[in-house]
């Protein structure tokens, strides 16, 4: 069976030569700087770049991104159209399904004022700065970046019917367009039914392909979370066209999103809703404890406008109505343990009137009256905005797809029974379906700081008792029916959003010997991420690039830019004629550097002081030796105009500012280390979750094992066994204290150098008659040996650089654990005690 086109990609011999660092910072400086890259973002963007660039790969223009639902496709579709504008292209086309898809794209890629604007305020590519104008049609010649937004429905209408001002099969023949297919799942009817060979009559899928084929140049970028593989016919016209694959499955594992629970119980709908808000209000108190801006939305879905309508209503009177006996009295019959936990941390009279409050009818908004189907959409569309009041939505089908929203945390299903189509020889019914798609919106992940871990991905999976868990999960409340439960668990694991059978979580308790005062207001030490203080940068001045062998072509073929007095730099420039070397500054000048300095904002005074803290001013920025000054350029033809020597200082200093990029870090981990209680650090008691294969073994006769069990991988077992059989007696014979602790990121160590967050699996103690030892140990697997190596060097460098206040008390890190290397490991270990 042949391979996709992303499976090629994965080959172990293509995927090194995926490096496109020159076009992904050219795309990351255009768009809002307030959208983090994720990993497989940039990997989609590096994919497309290797793809687009390469000369030795068999291309097509038509391309397909399988990617989840949140995983930020409209910010790939943002990056895309930037690489391709600086690459030709100036008229996109964009489609989708529905209307108000439309609307909340063109919002994010026009609406400078909108939150979740995806662009730069300047758009400058080739040193000229640029427009996005939303367009009609393709009639004006123009050097922006024009942008036709439609629906499917409407786009073919207008080339089928001819109206005035639209678009016509005219507009696309002598130009080339960008069409960008969002959900693009749905232009595939006919090739589902295997017909588009054969089929003459205008349809969505063969009026793509007509505009897409009237124009060689043309390029067709599909997006898309859900195509359907299973389906021969789709999947052989996607088997050279999926450039990149990551899907929901995906997604979930490396944590992005939040926890699905099933919140199922016996009660009527009055109660179902109130469990819900009731649980939304302890969310939005947790978040305002640990100071996180959040305001929890909870969805009410009904089978019908008429219900949905009636339920809003019936929602307002339960709210206004509220008061204490009545919260008192759901108390009495909802025997559930959340809420139980809840009702311990709260008033009941305060929680009725917080209610009244949070959920007033000015905080509730309906998705069923078309006619203010525009003012609606802003709003949900603007959920997480600070000046959005709205707390409860009421809905049947309208927000199933093309809906962003990370502050949805509570989906109530309104109506009882399995859904048809349910019965029918196993088969998921279709409402089914379209409600494991909404768990789909609202499983986006709500992005909090917390402990210097990722603030977009999941951070207590391995902590399921931390009331911050609160804030990772989404609850689906509906009837106790273990018919449509069973149903919804499997629509749900074919979408990928939970796992087929949910591992129940384990138990890490602390072993009784282990629980006294004593033991728990020993020491443990741990570092600190730092802001890094510029004073003390290596970068005091740029003598430091003089390592980095600098280079740059000029677009024009005029230059190349070496260091001035660095003799090893030879440029291969300098054998032919009429090359002269010239000093930067000097030959450009400085009001054309000052001018090229106004194109990146990297060298505003500002940020020079916070790289360069010992220079004064812009003067001895731009003519000191010690800064630009030292710089030279070899070139051929000294007779250049103002603007070309423009265009040389801007390409110069974006040269520039990513060799300083490269030696800098935002970050560093402090080499003092600070005393924290054992207590106060690792719990007596806690839940953790694994996945994956966890082997589990009892070790009450491991006196030196603080836990009374042991959980872990496969590396982490053969350590275990390592200490066990191996270490244990040396150490026992040589120490008086000797015990080992499982570290589940309840403890983290920052890198010196760079600040990144490392939670080393294992700490282990030892005191003897002069000093005390914690030493840090990870096992490491031998597909991960080369990804984490900065975690070994960190580890090796402890030793030798920590700094505490107690002379008796030593901090070490010992080389990774690895089967293969057992014996260096115990070498090392042995070497530093």
Known sequence: MSEFLYEKLENEFVKPQIDAKEFYNFVKENLNPKFEFREYQIEAFKRFFYYYESVNVKKQNHICFNMATGSGKTLIMAGLILYLYKKGYRNFLFFVNRSQIVEKTKENFINQSSNKYLFNDKIIIDNKLVKISTVSNFENESDDINICFTTIQGLFSDLNTQKENSLTFEDFKDKKIVLIADEAHHINAKTKKGQLAFDFNPTWENTVDKIFKSNIQNLLLEFSATIELDNLSVNEKYKDKILFKYDLKEFVKNKFSKDIYLFRSDVDKKDRMLQAVIVSIFRQKIAFKYKINLKPVVLFKSKNIKESEENMKNFIDLIENLNTSKISEFKKNNKIEVLHDIFKNINLTDLAEILKVEFNHKKIISTNNDKDLENNQKILNSLEDDNNPIRAIFTVDKLNEGWDVLNLFDIVRLYEGQNSGGNNKGKIGRTTISEAQLIGRGARYFPFDFNERDRFKRKFDEDVSNELKNLETLYYYSENKSNYISELRKALSEIGLIEKEESEPLKLKLKDEFKTKEFLSKKVYKN????????????????????????YDAKSGFGVLQKAFDENSKSSFENQ??????????????????????????????????ILPNLKNMEEFIKNDKYLGQFSINISDKSLNHK?????????????????????????????????????????????????????????SEKWYVYEDFFGTSEEEELFNLIKERLANYLNEKYSEFYLVRNERDLAIYDFESGARFEPDFLLFLKDESFSYQIFIEPKGDNLLKQDNWKNSFLLNIKSNFEIDDKNFKIIGVKFYNKANENDFIDDFKSKI
């Open 528 to 551: 600190k991420k730092l802001k890094k203080d510029y004073k003390q940068s290596k970068l005091s001045d740029f003598t430091d690039l003089s390592k980095s062998n600098f280079s």
């Open 577 to 610: 004629a009429k090359i002269k070397a010239v000093n930067f500054v000097e030959f450009c000048g400085e009001n054309v550097i000052k001018n090229a300095i106004l194109y990146n904002g990297y060298f505003c005074m500002k940020n020079l002081k916070r």
């Open 644 to 700: 070309e020597r423009l265009d040389l200082a801007i390409e110069f200093l974006n040269h520039l500012e990513k060799d300083i990029k490269g030696k800098t870090y935002e970050f560093q981990g402090s080499k003092e280390f600070f005393a924290y209680e054992f207590g106060k650090i690792f719990k007596i008691e806690k839940e953790i979750k694994r996945s994956g294969k966890i082997n589990q073994c009892n070790t009450l």
